[in-house]
């Protein structure tokens, strides 16, 4: 085993937890509610204007908290863009008391340990939630669905099984992917009780610009079907072997992945540009601010227009190389190469 720090796992099973516990528990339980017409939550938050009522004031917050959760679930036409602090101090200020018999308090977090009864009560729960409809549309627009955090927590578990066989050296490298994988999630709350790691994860974040992040994304992808069909097809020979053995299957799931993002980017824009045309019809901000929206406008509309131009032209999407990696003519050789850089695939993969 070495002398890996069990505590580095321990800590990011705990924010998987959190993750789960803080956003979709307290989301779903919310939508779930409102889609019912049950609106009469209490909500504190803190001191109240003495210039207003108390009822006014609780009628503003529910309606602020309700516009946040609309949007995370991109229901909202407002042309405001709510930023993953703004999210993230919501959901930490807010005290919620569903109606009497309504729906049990929404759960604590961990804290810095747990018991095995812990883990797998809200492991087993996960489990029988990720497909649910409220879940699903959560997982939609936040982008970090509840498969994806139990998967990370499976990896963890088949990770620490897996310490007393390798050196330190190869655990350290296993575990920055698995810590990378996590913190690129891009999800709102994160270092629940533990402000090093949320340090450490906002660090991770910040030296991922977004096209950063795709190339990540689409690696994981990739390495994930070389170990995948290593299983089934044994060893190869070299790099170049394994990914021109594969290129079939990668080239599908990098179309799967390129596509949903196009689509999934072009809902957005028009969301943004509908907004943006209410915002300049109702003439908010002055001329100042009108011309800043047209300008926005305009260079959201081009982009959806390169993206549905890149979808009709089809695969590989040639004109969107600046922000879909591996959409270039030699794809095959750049994958080639970062097989090479990848030490410890290699071990595993490779004759």
Known sequence: MGNFDLEKIVELEIDVFNQYLYMYDWLSRYYKFAEKGVTNFIFDFGVIDANV???????????????????????????????????????????????????????????KSYTDEDYFEIYNEM??????????????????????????????RLFKSKLEFIDLKKANYEYDRLFKEYALMDHAYYGANNPKLKIKIA???????????????????????????????????????????????????FKEFDV??????????????????????????????????????DELELKNEKMKAALLEGYPFYNLEKILPYNTPDFEEILIKSLRKEVYILEEIID
């Open 53 to 111: 009522s108390e009822e006014e004031f609780l009628r503003e917050k529910i309606k602020e908290v309700k516009e946040i959760v609309d949007m995370m679930l991109g229901k909202s036409t407002s042309a405001k863009k709510i930023s993953d602090k703004e999210i993230f101090k919501i959901l930490k200020d807010v005290k919620i008391k569903f109606p009497k018999g309504e729906c049990p308090q929404v759960k604590k977090d961990l804290g």
């Open 127 to 156: 489990l029988d939630k990720k497909d649910s409809k409220e879940y699903k549309e959560l997982s939609d627009t936040h982008g970090c669905s509840i498969q994806s955090l139990i998967d990370i927590l499976d990896k963890l």
């Open 203 to 253: 660090k991770a974040r910040s030296q991922k610009g977004n096209y950063h992040k795709l190339i990540s994304k689409k690696n994981k992808i990739f390495l994930d079907i070389l170990l995948e069909q290593h299983k089934v097809k044994g060893k190869w020979k070299n790099p170049a072997q394994a990914v021109r053995s594969n290129m079939e299957l990668i080239t599908h799931n």
């Open 260 to 297: 949903e993002w196009i689509n999934e980017n072009i809902i957005v824009n028009t969301g943004r540009i509908d907004g943006l045309k209410k915002t300049i019809e109702n003439n908010e901000g002055g001329i100042k601010k009108r011309r800043v929206h047209i300008r926005e406008m």
